[in-house]
C-alpha cells in the first residue's frame, strides 16, 4: 500500500515568513496529489490537487501555491503567512481506488 | 459542487452500545465512498472504502453500506469500545475526495 511522508509535523512561524511544506509519496507511481486544511474545530477543506507533474489545480482563492516538481512530490507554499493561515494541513494520495493520507503538518502562524 | 452532511455531530454512549454514524451526499456520480478515523492532533486512518457498484463493506466490528441512489452511507461499529472514541469523517470521491465535517464519538468505560 502506499505511504505518505509529511514533514515537519509541527511549525510556529511568524506573520509575513514565508512557508514551504514537502509531501512525498511511496508505492505508487503517477498518483493524483491532494493539500487539505483543517481548520481547529471544522472539517477538511480542498486547497489544491494535482494529476500529474507540473499541473495544479486551486480550489479557494488564497494566499497559499502548490508545486508538484516530480511524480510522487507535492509542495505547498507561501510568500508571506497570515494569521488565517494557521492550520493543520494534510497531503493525500489518491483517490482513483482508495485515498491516503499523511500524518499531517500543524502550523501555527503568530 | 458535492456536499457532503454527516449527522450527528457528536455522540457520546456507554460501552458496548452499538454505533451509527450518518453520512448524506448531494451528487451521486461518485467513483466510491470512504470512511476515516482521525484521533485529536493526528492524520486520517482509512477504515472502510465502498465502491459505488458495492451495497457494503466489513471489516471487524465495522460494516458501511451504500446507498448511492439516495446519497447515503451509514457506518455500524458493534459493540463499541473506549479506544473507538475519535472523529469519524466520511469522504466521497467523484474524482476528488469531498468531506463531511464529521462525528465526534466518545465511549464511556
Known amino acids: 500500500s502506499q505511504t505518505i511522508h509529511q514533514w515537519p509535523a509541527t511549525l510556529v512561524q511568524p506573520v509575513g515568513s514565508p512557508l514551504s511544506l514537502e509531501c512525498t509519496v511511496e508505492?505508487?507511481?503517477?498518483?493524483?496529489l491532494y493539500w487539505y486544511r483543517q481548520a481547529a474545530g471544522r472539517g477538511l477543506q480542498l486547497l489544491f490537487y494535482?494529476?500529474?507533474?507540473?499541473?495544479i489545480s486551486s480550489e479557494v482563492p488564497q494566499n497559499l501555491s502548490a508545486s508538484r516538481p516530480q511524480d510522487r512530490q507535492f509542495i505547498l507554499s507561501s510568500k508571506k503567512l497570515l494569521l488565517s493561515d494557521s492550520g493543520f494541513y494534510l497531503c493525500a494520495s489518491g483517490p482513483n481506488t482508495e485515498a491516503f493520507f499523511g500524518q499531517g503538518t500543524r502550523l501555527t502562524v503568530v | 459542487k458535492q456536499e457532503v452532511t454527516q449527522i450527528p455531530a457528536a455522540l457520546s454512549v456507554p460501552e458496548g452500545e452499538n454505533l451509527v454514524l450518518n453520512c448524506s451526499f448531494t451528487d451521486s456520480a461518485i467513483y466510491n465512498l470512504q470512511w476515516f478515523r482521525q484521533d485529536p492532533g493526528k492524520g486520517l486512518t482509512s477504515l472502510l472504502l465502498i465502491q459505488s457498484s458495492q451495497r457494503e463493506q466489513t471489516s471487524g466490528r465495522l460494516n458501511a453500506s451504500l446507498d448511492k441512489s439516495s446519497g447515503r452511507s451509514t457506518l455500524y461499529i458493534a459493540a463499541s469500545q473506549p479506544g473507538d472514541s475519535a472523529t469519524y469523517l466520511c469522504a466521497v470521491n467523484d474524482y476528488k475526495l469531498s468531506f463531511g465535517a464529521g462525528t465526534t464519538v466518545t465511549v464511556r468505560a
Open positions: 508505492g505508487t507511481s503517477n498518483p493524483n
Open positions: 494535482s494529476v500529474g507533474i507540473g499541473q
